[in-house]
């Protein structure tokens, strides 16, 4: 692969990457103020729950959605660089990171569980994208 092909495929990575911090340099008023409106919305379908109990679960598949699509990209970036300690490497570091970054900012606080529902976010999206490539794969040759 051409090295300027190699830098486009890190572009959507990177495009989500922004987005997970910028989100996560969000003060907790700014940050409810994102994720609020979802759940009064989500509140006309799931009015027998609890509405703090519906506010964590949503914030919680934030976190996992965000990481699936994350660890997605970062799969189609490493292409047939692929392998399991580099993806690895992007599970751990990133998470961690972005923790790290929510442990600095007024209002939010770091989880340990928060960097391993991101990571399990990554690894389905890394499963799915294996299974998807060996099965499209069969149907092309």
Do not use: N, P, T, V
């Given at each position: 692969m051409k090295p300027y092909n190699k830098f486009?495929?890190?572009i959507p990575a990177i495009l989500i990457g922004v987005f997970i911090f910028l989100q996560s340099g969000l003060n907790s008023s700014e940050s409810n103020a994102v994720s609020l409106p979802i759940v009064e919305w989500m509140m006309n379908f799931f009015s027998f729950v609890d509405k703090d109990v519906l506010h964590?679960?949503?914030r919680k598949a934030a976190h996992f959605s965000e990481y699936f699509f994350f660890g997605g990209s970062i799969l189609?970036?490493?292409d047939?660089?692929?392998t399991a300690g580099r993806f690895a490497l992007f599970c751990i570091l990133v998470p961690v990171c972005d923790e790290t970054l929510q442990y600095f900012t007024p209002g939010r606080a770091a989880q340990l569980t928060d960097c391993l529902l991101d990571a399990s976010g990554m690894i389905c999206a890394a499963l799915v994208g294996i299974w998807l490539k060996k099965h499209i794969r069969r149907y092309l040759t």
């Open positions: 486009f495929r890190w964590h679960l949503i189609y970036a490493l047939e660089d692929f």
